[in-house]
């Protein structure tokens, strides 16, 4: 999968292990690798459809934030991203196919 980050603090979180680190501690620094790492290996957003989802438990949000996708991190956190071309299928698993490209936004509690 295609994966861009816009923000560029997030992106050298993303792509600096030391920075990574630094700002969010060994154990999440370690989650937020294996979770881009999974991302990148994808061939589509739908390697994650449940039940393949796993432990990222891979789910659109809902409400405001329709169209933004979560997947786990360490509890309450989150790896926050969106598709960079919406979908344009009805059938949510051919929607989830058809994400091939993404666009990471944050990392946060979406609970909060």
């Known amino acids: 999968m295609d994966i861009s980050i816009s923000d560029k603090r997030l992106r050298k979180v993303a792509n600096d292990p030391a920075a990574r680190q630094r700002e969010y501690g060994v154990n999440m620094a370690k989650k937020i690798a294996l ?23 891979c789910h659109e949000l809902k409400g405001d934030c329709k169209g933004t996708f979560s997947v786990d991190l360490n509890q309450p956190y989150r790896l926050l ?31 909060g």
């Open 81 to 111: 991203f969106r598709a960079t071309k919406e979908p344009n299928v009805a059938d949510e698993q051919e929607q989830w196919k058809s994400i091939t490209s993404i666009d990471i936004t944050g990392i946060e509690d979406t609970h």
């Open 35 to 57: 979770r881009l790492a999974g991302l990148y290996a994808a061939d589509s957003l739908a390697d994650f459809w449940p039940p393949n989802s796993g432990p990222e438990r």
